[in-house]
T-cell receptor, first 113, second 115 residues
């Protein structure tokens, strides 16, 4: 069964600090992994997407890594800002068929001033 | 110039009623989706249409019926609403589905409350 597990479930950090969110998956065969940011009351917005051959991808202060061997990904946020407070969702898609994505439950990040 | 817009944003209705949620995208995408996000923030795909044709139909009660009049619109009709249908429903669109899950753009969500 395809699964995506994220940790921690929630995280509180001070503004300016760095943090790392984790995503482990069992989706197979792997097609791609995406990190989304979902602000409260809004729809998810894509941050990064990585395929099998990519092991790192950056988008501003967000850097995602992928280890396809261990089936792990991380999202590192540098110099956090108050606007980073949101839910971060890891989504993994399997290759073949209809590419139905499997969503993680998300990590809720709160950045305090 | 909203890319994916859904209406209404909030919907409160009684059990047993029938309701519809509308979705429109102006991105020229081929594929549209409906997702359900439960109270624990878990997003789960319900349906996907590619060029007005149903390509993904997850295990969803047949009280839920998607309708795509054209590739820019995907509406969700729900019959005989139940308390457990209360959730936030998101519409999304992407360029292609058959070549992998490319970037999906989400609407703002419709918060459905069944009382």
């Amino acid at each position: 069964k395809n699964q995506v597990e994220q940790s921690p479930q929630s995280l509180i950090i001070l503004e300016g600090k760095n943090c790392t969110l984790q995503c482990n998956y069992t989706v197979s065969p792997f097609s791609n992994l995406r990190w989304y940011k979902q602000d409260t009351g809004r729809g998810p917005v894509s941050l990064t997407i990585m395929t099998f051959s990519e092991n790192t991808k950056s988008n501003g202060r967000y850097t995602a890594t992928l280890d396809a061997d261990t089936k792990q990904s991380s999202l590192h946020i540098t110099a956090s800002q108050l606007s980073d407070s949101a839910s971060y969702i890891c989504v993994v898609s399997a290759a073949g068929g209809s590419y139905i994505p499997t969503f993680g439950r998300g990590t809720s990040l709160i950045v305090h001033p | 110039d909203t890319a994916v817009s859904q209406t209404p944003k909030y919907l409160v209705t009684q059990m047993g009623n029938d309701k519809s949620i509308k979705c429109e995208q102006n991105l020229g995408h081929d594929t549209m989706y409906w997702y359900k996000q439960d109270s624990k923030k878990f997003l789960k795909i319900m349906f996907s249409y590619n060029n007005k044709e149903l390509i993904i139909n997850e295990t969803v009660p047949n009280r839920f019926s998607p309708k795509s009049p054209d590739k820019a619109h995907l509406n969700l009709h729900i019959n005989s609403l139940e308390l457990g249908d209360s959730a936030v429903y998101f519409c999304a669109s992407s360029q292609v589905a058959t070549q992998g899950y490319t970037e999906a753009f989400f609407g703002q969500g419709t918060r459905l409350t069944v009382v």
